[in-house]
């Protein structure tokens, strides 16, 4: 029989449950590793999957200061939302006629170029009130962010321009999560100085901010007031050594709707990529890439079985339905419960191994599961 979730799921037993326990419990931790800084939670991508709304809802009754989001959308789905704390577009606007929007909607877009000034300062005048912005320097990752030395040129920009208020100075680190790596050291430094410079020209940023979770976990950016976790708040410890005993927030469920006996030389799903060494059982569960587990782990990934323990992920994962090999003793059957990724009890499948198995990383794991998995609250 199927389980009321599964029910309320339109009877395809798939369905990922959301831990808002574990949120807080992740912030706290975070905060613990953080002291004295304010935390500007990223719901971006739709909170990495979990759901942007419920998850900022849950965020900002623990404490969080401020959201980060990549764009215009995901700040004005928590805006309808009810959700009123600041909201920072870590991409800036993606066009000048954005402006009136964000200031209207009380929205922090990052400047990363000296060209993105002009269309908020219009905005401003527009509006008859100040346009707060950050401004973003590349000090490494060399994706967003203006060059160090087109900094002086935009604080004469400022300067010249009342209606604009910098209320924040940012880089991103691109190293933060390789715990030997000399890189964030580095940016740490040049940060440093060009906040120093700021200082020197008479601006005084409240939100200076440098760490995304790994460069939280591998300790805070001395001089900084405020960190940007985003996939630890979610459970996953990018450095994989802080030992900060982050908790999981989803698990990825579903349950057995297939389970037959086969003999040894059985070939199993699309080119016959698995072909049963000896007598066993393979279970079919309603699960495939169309949800988000992805077809690069077919035949290199262990899921659990919620009755005894983790079962090999055998044949190729197709859109809708995965295959199991559970063992010629097995006595697994129609309706089991199977945990593709997450914790049930005791069981524990973490969403890195899925990742590592598929060649890739928790963040695309998490923020890939469909549309179609139902999200169940719970905690």
């Not at 995901?74 to 000048?96: C, F, K, N, S, Y």
Request: hydrophobic share 45%.
């Amino acid at each position: 029989m199927l389980s009321a979730v599964a029910q309320r799921a339109g009877l395809r037993p798939l369905w990922a449950d959301i831990d808002l326990g574990a949120v807080r419990h992740n912030l706290a931790r975070l905060r613990a590793r953080a002291p004295g800084r304010r935390v500007i939670a990223v719901v971006k991508g739709g909170a990495y999957g979990h759901g942007a709304v419920r998850v900022a809802r849950t965020l900002a009754a623990a404490g969080c200061e401020a959201f980060g989001v990549a764009m215009l959308d995901e700040a004005l789905e928590l805006r309808a939302a009810g959700l009123a704390l600041p909201i920072l577009l870590l991409q800036g606007l993606h066009d000048p006629a954005e402006a009136d929007t964000a200031l209207e909607a009380r929205l922090w877009p990052a400047v990363s170029r000296p060209s993105a000034l002009e269309p908020l300062a219009a905005a401003a005048r527009r509006a008859g009130r100040r346009f707060p912005l950050h401004l973003k320097i590349d000090t490494g990752m060399g994706r967003l962010g203006m060059q160090p030395g087109e900094l002086a040129g935009v604080l004469d920009r400022l300067k010249a321009a009342p209606e604009l208020e910098l209320s924040g100075v940012m880089t991103h680190l691109a190293d933060a999560e390789d715990l030997a790596s000399p890189e964030p050291a580095r940016q740490r430094a040049r940060f440093t100085e060009l906040v120093n410079t700021v200082r020197e020209r008479g601006f005084r940023p409240d939100w200076l901010h440098v760490d995304n979770s790994g460069g939280i976990l591998r300790g805070p950016t001395p001089g900084t007031t405020a960190v940007r976790p985003g996939i630890s708040l979610y459970g996953i410890d990018p450095t994989q050594q802080s030992g900060l005993g982050l908790e999981p927030v989803m698990t990825l469920r579903t349950r057995v709707i297939h389970a037959k006996d086969v003999p040894a030389g059985t070939r199993i799903g699309y080119g016959g990529t698995f072909c049963a060494p000896g007598p066993t059982r393979i279970l079919t569960v309603p699960v495939g890439y169309a949800d988000g587990l992805p077809r690069a782990a077919s035949n290199r990934f262990s899921v659990g079985l919620a009755s005894s323990g983790r079962l090999r992920l055998v044949g190729r994962v197709s859109m809708d339905t995965a295959t199991l090999d559970a063992g010629p003793d097995s006595n697994a059957d129609v309706g089991d419960e199977v945990v593709i990724f997450g914790r049930a009890g005791t069981l524990l499948v973490p969403v890195e191994e899925l990742a590592t198995a598929a060649d890739t990383v928790a963040y695309e794991i998490l923020s890939r599961i469909g549309p179609r998995v139902p999200r169940v609250e719970r905690g």
